[in-house]
């Protein structure tokens, strides 16, 4: 039985085990309707094939999966009608237009003809490709490809919309207005949205509560304000040097034990304190070693820091993933 | 009532992008008329004529099917279209029957060219045309689950057109379409019994020139229940390797 306070997505200890490596290691959470839920982590982390698990893409090892208080472990193909999928990749057909593609995908939920040219058009629309709705799908670029994909999602009105990474690998303007429909979608219709995102900062400007899992496992799971909270009281310094400085951190920590320090890249690092940082000493020990300093700033704490803390893998490194993954 | 609009939506979708595309239409022309032509030319008569034209309708259905499931599915698997598929609310089972259908009509369709130039050529007065039709389907429907289950066991398209040879060409002479079965060395007998196209064969025999070896009733069934292993094999292999 179900009733209208069931979360949207309860997931208990859901494992998935390919091969003997644990994909996804016991995890646990709940998506209240209505929310923007974000699922943050490095690539390789878990995060699409959770997104599969929920979906029926693939098959839990272990573990349950309810959608609206309905448990959908034997057969998630009778819960697809209340999802709208949006993958990674714009799984479009290349060969139809635009208009084509939202009428086929909309028929795949039996939406009779002209129900479905209708909430096509209206789509076409809202995702700005009205003009090129005739266009075949090969002919758009990667961010309008993005914008038909994510109106494929939608194109039957789901409760819930999975979303794997809708904003990687496109310009910024398109990035914004996915963001934007993502917002209207959920504050107009009350859909409940899960993400996948790469994105520190999309994840902080979109979600309600973010759970960071890295090698399958859930790591912190939190609303965005509790979690910037718990790094709020810090003081964070950015040192930029001219030049690679490997042994930055493992030196200042030990030459100033009352901070602590995190390498950004080869040449940067943040000290981190929990009281005001003094940088005037910090300047002299790396005059005394011969290391040039070309900028210090503080930094104000943000989710990325947390992010940072909490999973031990610094934020450059999931940049460069990114940037990897887009190319 | 919605799952019907799925169906006709995916079978229509393939008409008009894989189907009807100009390659596609005069491969499923040519091929079954130079085949048809090639063996015509050879034969002496219009009663070689008509004892060739079985034979030339079976290759013409299991190579039109085969090939184009190839690509209607392990195209889009690698595309990842297909992936939206299998996202879609609708059965496995209503899926692959829309998926196929596509290809059971386009082997339809390759059968009567061969069976026009037939007709022109020697006349075909006599055959039992209502079996005739119901074998051709059969055909069509067995080959078609036959390029299911190969498309759903690999991964790449040109694995897929090699897998299918691996089948396709024994079967060229294997299955009594050119000449019997009887002729063929004792060893090799049995394998002629476990090929589907051998039973389709024999119906196209027996309806054209009235010589078969087995009961049509019997050839028929043997046709159903590959027909229907095929397919449950294929769901099968489908939701083991795509549903990981």
């Known amino acids: 039985m179900t009733d209208g306070s069931d979360p949207a997505i309860q997931v208990i200890g859901l494992t998935k085990i390919y091969d003997k490596i644990k994909a996804v290691d016991q995890i646990s959470f709940e998506v209240q309707r209505g929310e923007i839920f974000g699922l943050l982590g490095p690539n390789g982390a878990g995060k699409t094939t959770t997104i599969n698990l929920l979906t029926g893409l693939a098959r839990p090892s272990s573990g349950s999966i309810n959608i609206f208080g309905r448990n959908y472990n034997a057969d998630m193909r009778t819960g697809q009608h209340l999802m709208g999928i949006v993958p990674s990749e714009n799984n479009l057909y290349e060969e139809l237009d635009g208009f084509e593609n939202l009428c086929f995908c909309a028929s795949l939920y039996g939406m009779p003809r002209v129900e479905r040219e209708k909430r096509a058009r209206e789509l076409l629309e809202l995702v700005g490709l009205d003009t090129v709705g005739k266009k075949k799908f090969i002919a758009y670029s990667r961010g309008m490809q993005r914008r038909l994909t994510i109106a494929a999602g939608i194109i039957h009105n789901p409760p819930i919309l999975f979303l794997d990474e809708p904003t990687t690998g496109?310009?910024?303007?398109?990035?914004?207005?996915?963001?934007?429909?993502?917002?209207?979608?959920?504050?107009?219709?009350?859909?409940?949205?899960?993400?996948?995102?790469?994105?520190?900062?999309?994840?902080?400007?979109?979600?309600?509560?973010?759970?960071?899992?890295?090698?399958?496992?859930?790591?912190?799971?939190?609303?965005?304000?509790?979690?910037?909270?718990?790094?709020?009281?810090?003081?964070?310094?950015?040192?930029?040097?001219?030049?690679?400085?490997?042994?930055?951190?493992?030196?200042?920590?030990?030459g100033f034990q009352h901070v602590t320090c995190e390498a950004v890249s080869a040449n940067t690092v943040r000290v981190i304190s929990g009281e005001r940082i003094d940088i005037v000493p910090f300047i002299r020990y790396f005059e005394s070693k011969g290391i040039e300093v070309t900028e210090a700033r503080k930094i104000q704490p943000s989710l990325e820091d947390v992010f940072v803390r909490v999973t031990g893998l610094a934020a450059e490194e999931m940049k460069k993933e990114r940037e990897g993954k887009s190319k | 009532m919605k799952t019907w609009i799925a169906f006709w939506s995916i079978f229509y979708k393939d008409i008009k992008t894989y189907y009807l595309k100009p390659p596609n239409i005069s491969w499923g022309i040519i091929f079954p008329f130079?085949?048809?032509?090639?063996?015509?030319?050879?034969?002496?008569?219009?009663?070689?004529?008509?004892?060739?034209?079985?034979?030339?309708?079976?290759?013409?259905?299991?190579?039109?099917?085969?090939?184009?499931?190839?690509?209607?599915?392990?195209?889009?698997?690698?595309?990842?279209?297909?992936?939206?598929?299998?996202?879609?609310?609708?059965?496995?089972?209503?899926?692959?029957?829309?998926?196929?259908?596509?290809?059971?009509?386009?082997?339809?369709?390759?059968?009567?060219?061969?069976?026009?130039?037939?007709?022109?050529?020697?006349?075909?007065?006599?055959?039992?045309?209502?079996?005739?039709?119901?074998?051709?389907?059969?055909?069509?429907?067995?080959?078609?689950?036959?390029?299911?289950?190969?498309?759903?066991?690999?991964?790449?398209?040109?694995?897929?057109?090699?897998f299918s040879n691996f089948f396709r060409f024994p079967m060229l002479f294997l299955c009594g379409l050119f000449f019997p079965i009887e002729r063929l060395p004792v060893f090799l007998q049995p394998l002629s019994y476990i090929l589907p196209l051998t039973y389709g064969a024999d119906i196209l025999h027996g309806t054209v020139t009235h010589n078969h070896r087995l009961p049509l009733w019997l050839d028929f069934i043997v046709l159903l229940v590959f027909c229907v292993t095929l397919f449950l094999l294929s769901l099968r292999n489908v939701r083991r390797k795509w549903i990981l």
């Not at chain 2, 055959?127 to 005739?132: E, S």
């Open chain 1, 170 to 254: 496109i310009d910024v303007a398109s990035a914004r207005q996915i963001r934007q429909m993502i917002r209207q979608m959920n504050e107009q219709n009350g859909t409940t949205v899960f993400l996948t995102t790469h994105y520190i900062e999309e994840a902080e400007r979109l979600c309600e509560r973010i759970a960071f899992i890295v090698a399958g496992r859930i790591v912190k799971i939190d609303s965005v304000e509790s979690l910037v909270q718990d790094v709020q009281g810090q003081h964070i310094m950015q040192f930029s040097f001219d030049g690679a400085y490997p042994k930055a951190c493992e030196e200042l920590q030990s």
């Open chain 2, 34 to 162: 130079a085949w048809g032509l090639m063996f015509f030319i050879r034969s002496g008569s219009a009663l070689d004529i008509r004892s060739i034209v079985p034979g030339v309708v079976a290759v013409s259905i299991l190579f039109g099917t085969t090939s184009l499931l190839a690509v209607t599915i392990t195209f889009e698997k690698r595309r990842k279209t297909f992936d939206r598929l299998l996202l879609a609310p609708i059965s496995f089972e209503l899926l692959m029957l829309a998926k196929t259908s596509g290809a059971v009509l386009f082997g339809v369709l390759n059968a009567f060219v061969p069976i026009g130039v037939g007709a022109v050529l020697a006349g075909l007065s006599g055959t039992a045309w209502l079996p005739l039709v119901l074998g051709v389907v059969f055909i069509a429907i067995s080959s078609t689950f036959l390029g299911l289950f190969i498309a759903v066991s690999v991964a790449e398209v040109f694995e897929a057109q090699t």
